[in-house]
């Protein structure tokens, strides 16, 4: 079992991937921080994986993303599975007011996901079992005046792997999308904390591998967000304009 993991350094993606390396996976690290995944490498070792190799890239690189799959697929051959983990929270008040910031956050949350997915499935063995699993965010179910930037991205990526799934429906390729609440991570690392909303790393992994594991194609992150999230969709536009959320 070979696991790519886009966005290694991410709190959620480690957390995982310690889960996988008791299985002993091996494992493709990839990320910008050669020291970061080079330290990862080594702790995965240490859980039980049989291999874990970095691979420093900017994964927000748009242009070179098809090339970089190809030299990924060349020197490791075709995963097994591959995590999407990356993503930018950022500011809304920033991004609403600069387009440069609103940008780097459609380009990272959608544009550079939606193409690493597309380049991962591109020319794949028909007969070639392949899981790629995604993280999204329950912001991307409805727009939210508090953050609709960073929702429009993870609901734009939503769109594209409900597409997908239904793609490749009914062959060996399964596509997951993992919808989080709020996680205590250093990408939330600026927002108070506190309350049951709030779940930690190793739960989301842990619902990560469930779904892995089972097949699910869409996983609310704790269970929870489901039926909250299922409330907010269909409240009457009348009443949800008034929300303060």
């Known amino acids: 079992m070979t696991i790519l993991i886009l966005g290694a350094t991410s709190a959620i993606a480690q ?11 091996r494992f493709v690290l990839a990320g910008r921080r050669q020291d970061r995944l080079a330290a990862i490498a080594a702790d995965l070792i240490a859980c039980g994986a049989a291999a874990a190799d970095p691979f420093v890239v900017d994964l927000t690189a748009i242009d070179g ?28 008040v920033v991004s609403e007011q600069d387009p440069h910031a609103a940008r780097v956050m459609f380009d990272t949350n ?3 996901a939606a193409l690493w997915a597309l380049a991962l499935l591109k020319d794949r063995p028909a007969a070639v079992p392949f899981t790629l699993v995604a993280i999204g965010s329950v912001a991307g179910d409805r ?8 929702g429009a991205a993870k609901g734009a990526l939503d769109r594209l792997l409900e597409g997908l799934a239904q793609k490749y429906g009914g062959s060996p390729v399964r596509i997951i999308t993992i919808k989080p609440g709020f996680v205590d991570t250093p ?23 469930r779904a892995v594991a089972k097949g699910r194609r869409v996983v609310y992150t704790p269970w929870f967000w489901r039926p909250i999230m299922l409330i907010i969709r269909h409240l009457p536009w009348f009443v949800f304009k008034r929300l303060k959320i």
């Open 143 to 150: 727009g939210r005046a508090s953050n609709f930037i960073y």
């Open 15 to 25: 957390a995982y991937a310690r889960r996988r390396a008791g299985e002993g996976a």
């Open 110 to 112: 959608f544009t550079s």
């Open 65 to 92: 993303i098809e090339e970089t799959a190809r030299a990924l697929r060349a020197r490791f051959g075709e995963f097994d599975e591959a995590l999407i983990a990356y993503g930018l929270l950022g500011e809304q």
């Open 187 to 209: 990408m939330t690392a600026g927002i108070p904390k506190g309350g049951p909303l709030w779940a930690t790393p190793d739960a989301v992994a842990a619902d990560i591998a």
